[in-house]
């Protein structure tokens, strides 16, 4: 596995996931990173019963290992960092360590607050067009955020890790998307947050992820 460790020898995780699912990207790239087998379990958005029966909530990924089961994504790859530290997803230095922490919690609750608006709003009967464009622009703004971290830089904090699984599966709409994904989420993600030539940094990281392994 490129990038990744020795292949771990404990027993497969399980992990289910849903197709085009950026959470479940997220899980996939850290644990073949880190050489974990895993069992996929794909399911389907319209059949929940599985997730709910391991889990006792609906949301995707879940993981089950050796009978603990985790969900969220950032809960998972912290999971992950504990069960199997080597190669590490997390710096092992404190200072770099708490950057990457505040990365993650801007991501989660500052970059995906636009989005996931956006689709709220598209959902009313009549959205409000201004809001949208407001939250289209504070897209395309935060796209300049990644370019200037990524200056001189392979990864969002120089070496691979947890920061780069996190946003990968959502900034990747920017270079583009599957024609036969057709999640709303995902084509506001390729609409509104467009690379432009002077990404030149964050596009060459789209393609270097890209090219990275998955646990499935």
Known sequence: MAGGGAVDAGPAVRLYRAEWSTNCERVGLALAYKGIAAQSILIEYSNRQPVIAISGQPLVPVIEDAGQVINDSVSIMRHLERRTPDPPLFPTDRARAAEVDLFIDWFERVYKEPPNAIEAELGNEKPDEDRIAKLSAAMRERLDVFERLLEGRDYLFGEFGAADCVAY?????????????????????????????EHKNLRAWIERMAERPRAY
């Open 169 to 197: 599966p959502f900034l990747k709409y920017a270079a583009g998307r599957d024609p036969a994904d057709d999640e709303t989420f995902h084509v506001i993600l390729t609409e509104h947050q467009p690379l432009g030539k």
